[in-house]
């Protein structure tokens, strides 16, 4: 079936993601990077043209080290041994991720720099948002961040098994976008079921124990609830 090829195809690269995240600190950095960025930027009210630029720069980073992580990975199997050129090519990789954050870092600082000079002059101010645009970051932050709790108790593959459920995750993050967005409280709660059946589906299956489910439904509502309250 095309389907299932394909979720299998999304599963083998979801475990190179989390592969790169287990074996290489600074990957796990920039994902906790990547977070402080976003939330900072909608905290500080960037415009919608600046924030595509600041997360197109974020997925940057993320890009150029994990490339990283696999030229240094083929060099380990081409040569096993230790080599002069394996030295420089690991050098090379290693150098492109330099200029790439050094770069980002700078784009960083044009872009943020004025809103931090505004917070020093007038004290900070939560900027608001739109629901919508408080789902689409509720959503990323969700699915980072279960990338990084999986990679840190290292259990299960990406969308089968481990510490949190991630399908559990984001059916709850989504109850609680559908509740704030409608207002309705018919559609709140068929959402609500909705997830808690995709939540069940879990562990009926066996991918999840009913405490992976528990937490990951955790996650997923209490971070959304919040940056709802944080944010609108």
Do not use: C
């Not at 999304?10 to 600074?26: C, D, M, P, S």
């Not at 990957?27 to 630029?53: K, Q």
């Not at 689409?136 to 999986?150: D, F, G, N, R």
Request: aromatic fraction near 10%; proline fraction near 2%.
């Amino acid at each position: 079936m095309p389907f299932r090829q394909w979720l299998k195809s999304a599963n083998f690269a979801i475990e190179g993601v989390l592969h790169a995240a287990k074996t290489q600190r600074h990957v796990r950095y920039h994902f906790f990077t990547a977070v402080a960025v976003l939330l900072s930027s909608y905290i500080l009210g960037v415009s919608r043209m600046e924030f595509i630029i600041i997360a197109l720069s974020v997925i940057a980073v993320l890009l150029a080290e994990m490339f990283n992580t696999a030229i240094e990975a083929i060099i380990d199997i081409v040569s096993p041994e230790q080599s002069e050129k394996a030295r420089v090519a690991k050098d090379i990789a290693a150098g492109a991720v330099l200029i790439t954050a050094f770069g980002v870092a700078v784009i960083g600082y044009i872009i943020l720099f004025p809103y931090l000079r505004d917070i020093f002059h007038q004290g900070l101010h939560i900027t608001k948002h739109s629901k919508e645009e408080i789902a689409l970051i509720a959503v990323i932050i969700v699915v980072i961040l279960v990338v990084i709790t999986k990679t840190y108790f290292g259990r299960g593959l990406p969308l089968r098994g481990g510490m949190p459920s991630g399908h559990a995750a984001l059916a709850f993050s989504v109850w609680i976008v559908i509740t704030f967005i409608t207002e309705n409280f018919i559609a709140s709660l068929l959402s609500f079921v909705v997830a808690a059946v995709i939540a069940q589906s879990r562990v009926i299956t066996r991918a999840h124990t009913v405490w992976e489910v528990i937490l990951g439904s955790l996650m997923g509502a209490l971070v959304t609830f919040l940056l709802f309250k944080l944010f609108s």
